[in-house]
Nanobody
């Protein structure tokens, strides 16, 4: 069982930045591919980024490539998500998810957090 808790969301002006964190419980964090998803009101959940077990491989949706950066610290059981050059279209609830031995390019997960709200004002 893995429990995921996101933090770091909030209100930011367009062009600004935020850093999200996702703290995981359990002693097997390093065996999970970690993903970030987001869901805006009235829209379907959207994959945003993923990072492999060691942190050496990452994968991004085209909509955020070059603006967002995913990283992880296995010693702290935490995955980070730095979001730069935010636009109102990035407004959504952001969720982190854990996929046991998951493929980097996949979208499945075994556990998901409760999410953190990101609101970008114009």
């Amino acid at each position: 069982q893995v429990r995921l808790v996101e933090s770091g969301g909030g209100l930011v002006q367009a062009g600004g930045s935020l850093r999200l964190s996702c703290a995981a419980s359990g002693r097997t964090f390093s065996t999970y591919t970690m993903r970030w998803f987001r869901q805006a009101p009235g829209k379907e959940r959207e994959f945003v980024a993923a990072i492999g077990w060691s942190g050496g491989s990452t994968y991004y949706a085209d909509s955020v490539k070059g603006r967002f950066t995913i990283s992880r610290d296995n010693a702290k059981n935490t995955v980070y998500f730095i979001m730069n050059s935010l636009t109102p279209e990035d407004t959504a609830v952001y969720y982190c998810a854990a996929d046991y031995h998951g493929a980097l390019g996949g979208y499945a997960y075994d556990y998901r957090g409760q999410g953190t709200q990101v609101t970008v004002s114009s």
